[in-house]
């Protein structure tokens, strides 16, 4: 188990989250930890029922969220953090069986867990529970999984122990933050390309207006002419079809992502692994299923997966009919 801890503490240390490594041993069964002294921990323990990765946060830290909490900046960021966690994680108070999904976990109903987390004396917990049933048949499966899943929540650690830039670093920019810096270099390029006032100096010196590119000068040599006197013509570039390269169409061919289009991740927590759309909204986002773990990812961040798309079909294993002879 610290093994397996020690490769998901360097992959957290890539996000900014340089965290220890512990078993914890209480009257449950041991668990893994990595944790800062008296803060929140990511955790992954393992019973007779479920196997459970998430983000543990005590009692005693939660006055701190609360607190927290009533700044609309930080509730906003930790809103959209959990909306873009999987949609098998869930937020729940440590000991309950009611739990609220994490990708619909607004401000408000975190406020009312943490509330009653803190009245109760219990920790607040973030996380993936994978029942025993399932976690058997697809043990290889969920070893990685098990650690993106601890990845993923780095941003939300980040968040809860103002480690602002890990925050960052595990999870993109939204679409949205993405198109206010657009508009504002776009905004940006309008500003330079506008005439700059001219000074006195300038307005008092006249203008000499060039001459047409189109229109050849009288005193230079006609191709003809040239070919005559024995001279070699000027070579003229060739003009370029719309849409392609010289004497043909585009050598490339943009691979269009569509629903049950195999693709990869290009980057982020999840980046390199390859999963299916299922799904694709107006606001370019698509709803991909990796292993176990539904997923809901911008598309500019979704490339085609050429191997997976290359690979033979297998044939059925079912035999055909043989046809009875008369």
Known sequence: ????????????????????????????????????????????????????????????????????????????????????????????????????????????????????AEVEGRSLWIGWAVPREVALPHAALLDEQLKDALVVLASVFGLLTDHVDAAKASRPESVGHRRKQASARAEDDRDKSRPRPRSRDERREPRVKPASPSRRPADAPDDRESASAGQAPVARRPKLRSGGSRGGPAASKVETIEKGTRVRVVEGPFGGQVGTVQELDARGMARVMLGLLAVRLEVSNLAVDVEGRRRPLLSTSHRKPIPVRS
């Open 1 to 116: 188990m610290l093994a397996w801890g020690a490769m998901v503490g360097e992959r957290l240390r890539v996000a900014g989250l340089d965290l220890s490594v512990s078993v914890v041993h209480g009257v449950a069964r041991p668990h893994l930890a990595l944790s800062e002294p008296g803060g929140a921990a990511l955790t992954l323990s393992v019973d007779a029922e479920r196997v459970r990765a998430g983000l543990d946060v005590p009692p005693g830290r939660l006055r701190a969220l609360r607190a927290g909490l009533s700044s609309p900046e930080l509730a906003l960021e930790l809103s959209s953090a959990l909306e873009e966690l999987p949609e098998q994680f869930s937020v729940e108070v440590a000991g309950d069986s009611a739990a609220v999904p994490a990708n619909l976990c607004q401000a408000s109903a975190l406020r009312t867990l943490v509330d009653r």
